[in-house]
């Protein structure tokens, strides 16, 4: 895959003191096992690669489908604007981290997948977390893959056809893209089932870190480099997050809401539509929503104010000048006039919004995982003190239930 566009286009570098390396993991090779990139400290080194930021072709295809628009045409389109662009991050570096990481698990938005956020995963990960970004099997992303047998007659095939990333020989590749919506189908049932599957996802994600920190032996589906015992007890597993955007953020809230282990939530630019009203009393968790400018309404912030609590920290800013797609990494990727043409850009510059978002998340983190850093530094961050910040929403909500 190449771009002929790139020139100083680019995911930016992570700013922490540690070198970033990423592997993906896979735990059962069937639409029911956990898939997810690891973002980790790591050993610098000038010989390490970095990966392609879309992995390979079919998300390509996956994306063309969530925008309903030709996949062939769309290929070309895609390989075009964002083929040659790698992610700031070494493939299966050795994990290297003085003190024990706290964790986040990450969950991406509506037709994303596992890839697509890697300057916020990596910019964590520089400052010492460890982060899961989950890539989703409830059809809500763009693509995504399992595992499935050999018949007899694909074992006799000694030239099966090529596909990203390997695993065993005696599996084949099972594509799933994104389902939309059918005609004269209700939305919400759709989207209720599928963010409840999502924050299922993101426990057993954690499971699979416990277990991995614990010293288990795990096997992975996909035939990385990395040496996952070299993660034994290097984890803090008593400071976890989730953290995740827009159809992620839903999954934030769900997700805290079944798990006590995740002791707050960061909610970039949530997409509340999913969430059943009773599930909001129940999450005992301090949460940080952290709003795009142009995407937001005024029934989507009610709801987020259901969340208000006098007892524990709920806090909301808004990041002046962006949009939806702010979050995503298809921000830097795209020059002004197509980024503005497709929404991908706002009117602020992408990296200032990124680093506002960042190291608001950061503040939030230490004061709510009890860290001993100098995330602290970013504290005003939280109440919006910032030029480019509004302490809670721009949206006019007649009726506040606080």
Not at 136 to 159: I, L, M, P, V
């Amino acid at each position: 895959m190449g771009n002929a566009c790139s020139n100083h286009l680019g995911i930016p570098p992570a700013k922490g003191p540690n070198a970033v390396g990423c592997t993906d993991f896979m735990a059962d090779h069937t639409a029911q096992g956990s898939f997810f990139r690891l973002y980790y400290p790591c050993q610098p080194s000038e010989k390490a690669q970095q990966p392609d930021w879309v992995p390979c072709v079919e998300y390509f295809n996956g994306l063309a489908d969530f925008m309903k628009i030709n996949r062939t045409l769309s290929e070309r389109i895609f390989n075009y604007l964002f083929g040659s662009f790698k992610i700031p991050a070494s493939v299966d570096a050795p994990f290297k981290c003085n003190d024990k990481c706290p964790v986040v698990i990450f969950s991406h938005g509506l037709g994303a997948f596992r890839t697509l956020y890697s300057a916020i995963c990596a910019e964590l990960a520089s400052r010492g977390f460890i982060v899961a970004s989950v890539e989703h099997r409830d059809e809500s992303a763009s693509a995504t893959y399992f595992f499935r047998e050999k018949t007899a007659s694909e074992k006799e095939n000694k030239n099966p056809p090529k596909a990203c990333g390997s695993a065993q020989d005696h599996l084949v590749r099972e594509w799933m893209y994104y389902r939309s919506l059918q005609r004269g189908e209700s939305e919400f049932p759709l989207r209720n089932k599928q963010v409840k599957l999502r924050a299922d996802e993101c426990i057993q994600a954690l499971d699979r870190l416990t277990e991995i920190n614990s010293g288990v032996p795990v096997q992975n589906v996909l035939q990385t480099q990395f040496d996952f015992s070299t993660l034994q007890n290097s984890m803090d597993l008593c400071r976890i997050a989730a953290v995740g955007h827009s159809f992620g953020g839903a999954t934030v809230i769900e997700a805290l809401c079944k798990e006590v282990k995740f002791k707050c939530g960061v909610a970039l630019d949530a997409w509340m539509f999913p969430l059943d009203d009773e599930i909001f009393p129940r999450v005992k968790q301090p949460i940080f929503f952290i709003n795009s400018e142009k995407f937001q309404w005024a029934g989507n912030i009610s709801r987020m104010k259901k969340l208000d609590s006098a007892g524990v920290q709920r806090k909301m800013i808004t990041i002046r000048g962006t949009v939806h797609q702010s979050f995503p990494d298809f921000t830097f990727l795209t020059g002004n006039w197509i980024g503005k043409l497709m929404k991908l850009k706002g009117e602020i510059d992408p990296e200032v919004a990124i680093d506002l978002c960042n190291n608001a998340t950061l503040a939030f983190l230490q004061r709510h995982l009890g860290l001993q850093r100098d995330f602290n530094q970013w504290d005003p961050l939280i109440d919006g003190q910032d030029e480019n910040l509004i302490q809670g929403t721009n949206i006019t909500v007649l009726q506040s239930p606080m």
